[in-house]
């Protein structure tokens, strides 16, 4: 059973078009964040949730906007694709546990290519 | 949460121990050591964190100095399918922590 999984896994697109990303975690856990790889292999974060509330929203284009249905889902919508949005997106949670903020439990990732 | 320092690129010999340098000079009293690692573009997997005392796993120890300004880990047998990117971040002890993860030590393992 995956605890973290991400759709789709490989993602082709045009500029210009808006495309989702969708990620399920199956760990109870409150938090899920995004984070984004791009080519040089730098992981950023971008967004955090807690208990469907945005907790973390690093400097990111506000053509990326993240929806949290419930704890176990945190999807990712990019309006408007550019060349320089193709990159890894990576879907994580975590659960904090008597003071420790709790590791964090990644995906296998979703490559977007933005032609 | 506090920024760390490790160097871009390190080799080891199959068999043999791996130490892996981190630098956080910046670390705070509520912030933990985390280390992940990240194998080929796969996710990141949790390795093994701390806070100020030494801790061992099945799959490595981490040792924090006194200070806590750095950490070291210890990959103690390093194995060909250890080769990865190894990063070492601090987390506040809650749920809010950026977790911003660095550059990354890239380890290879050679036979």
């Known amino acids: 059973d995956t605890a973290v999984s991400q759709t789709p896994k490989y993602l082709v697109t045009q500029m210009g078009n808006d495309k989702s990303i969708k990620c399920e975690q199956n760990?109870?856990?409150?938090?899920m964040y995004w984070y984004k790889q791009d080519s040089k292999k730098f992981l950023k974060i971008m967004f955090s949730?807690?208990?469907?509330?945005?907790?973390i929203n690093e400097t990111v284009p506000n053509r990326f906007s993240p929806k949290s249905p419930d704890k176990a889902h945190l999807n990712l919508h990019i309006n408007s694709l550019e060349l320089g949005d193709s990159a890894v997106y990576f879907c994580?949670?975590?659960?904090?546990?008597?003071?420790?903020?709790?590791?964090?439990?990644f995906g296998e990732g979703s490559r977007l290519t933005v032609l | 949460d506090a920024k760390t320092t490790q160097p871009p690129s390190m080799d080891c010999a199959e068999g043999r121990a791996a130490n892996l340098p981190c630098n956080h000079s910046?670390?705070?009293?509520?912030?933990?050591v985390y280390w992940y690692r990240q194998i080929h573009s796969q996710g990141p997997q949790y390795i093994i964190h701390?806070?100020?005392n030494n801790e061992t796993n099945e799959m490595a120890s981490l040792i924090i100095t006194e200070d806590r300004k750095s950490s070291t880990l210890i990959l103690p047998h390093a194995t060909l399918r250890d080769t990865a990117v190894y990063y070492c971040?601090?987390?506040?002890?809650?749920?809010?922590?950026?977790?911003?993860f660095g550059d990354g030590t890239t380890l290879t393992v050679k036979p």
């Open positions: 994580a949670s975590s659960q904090a546990w008597r003071g420790k903020p709790g590791e964090l439990f």
């Open positions: 760990l109870g856990h409150d938090t």
């Open positions: 949730y807690n208990n469907k509330e945005l907790i």
């Open positions: 910046t670390i705070s009293g509520n912030e933990y």
């Open positions: 701390g806070l100020k």
């Open positions: 971040i601090v987390r506040v002890n809650t749920n809010a922590g950026k977790s911003t």
